[in-house]
Nanobody
């Protein structure tokens, strides 16, 4: 049974930082691309970042380029999202996702991922 468990969310002020973690279990973590998505109230879930199985390829949404970084530690079965210079518009529930396939490039669509975590709330106050 695949499990993705996010942690690290919270309430911060504009300009501060947070690091989200996603611990994976139940399948060979190091073989699958991983992604982060977010969903704000009343809005659709949107792509934030993606990373290939080995970590050599990363994708970032234009809205977070220069502020967010995605990384992974395959020895720890964990993917991270470092979020710096946070803005109120970053407020959302952040979801970790895993590709159902192996050794594929990370995608930007929610349909590129077959496994999802429960989400962690990030709130940025102005």
């Amino acid at each position: 049974q695949v499990q993705l468990v996010e942690s690290g969310g919270g309430l911060v002020q504009t300009g501060e930082s947070l690091r989200l973690s996603c611990a994976a279990s139940g399948r060979p973590f190091g073989r699958a691309a991983m992604g982060w998505f977010r969903q704000a109230p009343g809005k659709e879930r949107e792509f934030v970042a993606g990373i290939s199985s080995g970590g050599g390829t990363t994708l970032l949404a234009d809205s977070v380029k220069g502020r967010f970084t995605i990384s992974r530690d395959n020895a720890k079965n964990t993917v991270y999202l470092q979020m710096d210079s946070l803005k109120p518009e970053d407020t959302a529930v952040y979801y970790c996702a895993a590709d159902q396939g192996f050794f594929r490039a990370p995608g930007r669509r929610w349909s590129d991922y077959g496994y999802w975590g429960q989400g962690t709330q990030v709130t940025v106050s102005s």
